[in-house]
C-alpha cells in the first residue's frame, strides 16, 4: 500500500487484512497497550475543513504505537492557494512519514499523492470518506461477524462522500447495499459504476430507491448522515425542506430487522437526520462507531507503514 485514497482501490482480501489487524490492534490496546511500531514517525495532518474524530484519532493513533502528529490547519497551509499542491507535497515529505488530508476537492488529495514521496491518506474529501468505511465496517463486523455475506446495509438520506465509502467497502465485503435519497441527492454516478463492478465480483447487490421505508426492509444495518456536508452550507435551508421523510426516527427503525443496529459518522444535527431517541437508544452504535475511528486507522498506518 502505497496511500490510502479509496477503499474501492483495495482488493476484498486486502481490505479483509486491514480489519483483521485493526481488530489485533485495538485488542493489544486495551490489554496492555500498543507496542511501539510507529516510533521515529510523524504524521502530518492537513486540514481544509473542522474535524473532531478524524483530526484526534490520528494523533491519538500515532501517539499510542509511539509515533508524533503534527496538525496543519486551513490557515497555516492554504493548499493550493499560498503554494501549489505538488510544492506543499514535495516540501512536506521530506519533514514527515505520512500525510493525511481532509480537502474539498477529491482531485487534491490525488495531486498530493501523486507528488508526495510518503504515504497520503484521504482524511474525507467531496467524493469519499476511505478512513470512515474502515471505521464502519469495524464496527459491523465486530457485531455480526467478519463471516456476514449477505448482510443488509441501509443508508437512508444524502447520496454523499460517507455513502460512497460505505457503499463500496459493503460490496467488498459482500453485504446487500441500499441507499434510499430524495431525487437530485443520488449517489455520484461514478462511484455507483465502481460499485456495480466491485459487486459482481462479489454477488454482493446494490440498490438505490427513493422510498426510505422500502430501503430499511430486512436492514441489519441502518445508516444516515447529515443532510448538509462541509461546504454546501449555502444550501442547508433547501435541504431542510427536501430531506425530513428522510429520517431515522424509532418508526422507520421499527420497520427493520429487530437487531437492526443504527450507525452514523457524526456530526449529528440531532432531531433533523436522526431523532435523539434513536441516537441513545438501545440499536444505536454511534459512539462505539466513533472509537472505532482510532482502531481502524491504526491498522491503516501499520500497513502503509509495512510494520504489521
Ligand atoms: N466522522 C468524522 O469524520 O468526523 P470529523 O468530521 O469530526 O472528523
Ligand atoms: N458528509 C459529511 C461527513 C462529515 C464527517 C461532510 O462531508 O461534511
Known sequence: MKDFLAISDYTSDEIKDLLDVALKLKKQYFKKGNKPIFQGKVLGMIFQKPSLRTRVSFDMAMRHCGGDALYLSPNEIGLGKRESIADVARVLSGYVQALMARVFDHEHVIELAKWSDVPVVNGLSDYNHP????????????????????LNVSYVGDGNNVAV???????????NFTLASPEGYDLNPKAVEVGEKIAKKT??????LRDPHEAVKKAHVIYTDTWTSMGQEEETAKREKVFPPYQVNAQLVSEADKDVIVMHCLPAHRNQELTDEVADG???????????????????????????
Open 203 to 208: 454477488k454482493s447487490k446494490l440498490t438505490f
Open 282 to 308: 438501545p440499536h444505536s452504535v454511534i459512539f462505539p462507531q466513533a472509537h472505532n475511528r482510532l482502531h481502524a486507522q491504526k491498522a491503516i498506518l501499520a500497513r502503509l507503514f509495512d510494520v504489521a
Open 131 to 150: 478512513c470512515q468505511g474502515m471505521a464502519d465496517a469495524l464496527t459491523i463486523v465486530e457485531k455480526f461477524g467478519m463471516k456476514s455475506k449477505g
Open 165 to 175: 465509502s460505505l457503499m463500496h467497502v459493503s460490496a467488498l465485503l459482500g453485504w
